[in-house]
């Protein structure tokens, strides 16, 4: 199993971009799906993007669609999210997360079981 790391969160103004990017420890990261789910104060969390093992199958939610892109660079154990167009309402706690497949399980993060601890997004108007 392996164990994630989140980084590159912060406060930005409403229209800037941040890439946020999740460290994988183990060495079974390319066996992984990967994404991004996030939970803003009060609300449930919710999913953001997944890409598939090898990076050529990825989707997005409606809310983040054509302001994110997401790669993977297996060789490197760490996958990006960069964030453009940001708004006040993208304003949550970010989460990486890994499951083996990219699946149904993706719909809601109650399929999911490994995590990163998050990072603070923050979009000021």
């Known amino acids: 199993q392996v164990q994630l790391v989140e980084s590159g969160g912060g406060l930005v103004q409403a229209g800037g971009s941040l890439r946020l990017s999740c460290a994988a420890s183990?060495?079974?990261?390319?066996?992984?799906?990967m994404g991004w789910f996030r939970q803003a104060p009060g609300k449930e969390r919710e999913f953001v993007a997944a890409?598939?093992?090898?990076?050529?199958?990825?989707y997005s939610s409606a809310s983040m669609k054509g302001r994110i892109t997401m790669i993977r660079h297996n060789a490197k154990n760490t996958m990006y999210l960069q964030m453009n167009s940001l708004k006040p309402e993208d304003t949550a706690v970010y989460f990486c997360?890994?499951?083996?497949?990219?699946?149904?399980?993706?719909?809601?993060?109650?399929?999911?079981?490994?995590w990163g601890q998050g990072t603070q997004v923050t979009v000021s108007s």
């Open positions: 997360a890994a499951d083996p497949e990219l699946s149904n399980n993706w719909n809601n993060f109650r399929g999911i079981h490994i």
């Open positions: 890409i598939n093992w090898n990076g050529d199958s990825k």
């Open positions: 183990g060495r079974t990261f390319s066996s992984y799906a």
